[in-house]
């Protein structure tokens, strides 16, 4: 990030303008799903670590507001899937557990999240479920995703897959994650950060709009569904990232 806060970029979907990057390969053989004594330290770590220290560092750095919460209560009982814009680097770490609390709360995030050598370490216990580099893999990550929309817990997914520090768009995703709700049949949600001046700060404060549920058809094909679901949470994104008033960081296509 350049002093006056311009950021050069040649692709949306693939460029990424995060502080630290790890590692992008899972290593094979990577367990999703551990014995009693890490449920009980995850439970402990989340609830009574990680849980106030994302609501203090999210209302005091960011001044998040949530709207929207109470969509969430037309799913009680279910597991959910949000979808999100990836747009800050510690930000979109806390924000999840801030904005679904007090579901419990588990984020899909690429290799990186879970190989970084302390921080890695730690990322399994506060819910990072990390993609596989694998085939192999990927029945178990599977499995570790219904497991969690089984115990009704939160699935938060960021589609676009790179942070884009403060942008105020909503840029380019395919609907390949969309495929988790519509196999499963879960409800589906969007949560938009948008970024709204702020009187004593340079840097704007985060609003956090939560839009849905976008249900799956039962009388469709996962292939449908899919479109579908991706389709209206992407509008739903698009139409709430309009009330960003400040371009804090302006980002500038290179030719």
Known sequence: MTRDRVIYYRDERSDDFAAVTGTSVLPDGYEYERGTLFRALSFLLYRVLATPVAALHSRVFHGLRVYGKEKLKESRGRGIFVYANHTLDVGDAFFPSVAMFPR?????TGAGSVTFP???RLAPYLGALPLPSS????RDFLAAVKKRLD????VYVYPEAHIWPYYTGVREFSDASFLYPAKFGAPVYAATTVFRKRRLF???RCEVYIDGPFLPDESSTVAENKSRL?????AA?????????????????MT
């Open 104 to 108: 419990r709360t588990f984020v899909i």
């Open 118 to 120: 302390v921080a890695g």
């Open 135 to 138: 085939r192999a893999g990927y």
């Open 151 to 154: 115990e009704r817990a939160c």
């Open 202 to 204: 340079a840097a704007p």
């Open 230 to 234: 991706h389709a209206k949470a992407r």
């Open 237 to 253: 994104m698009l139409s709430r990232s309009l009330l960003s008033d400040c371009e804090y960081v302006r980002y500038v296509r």
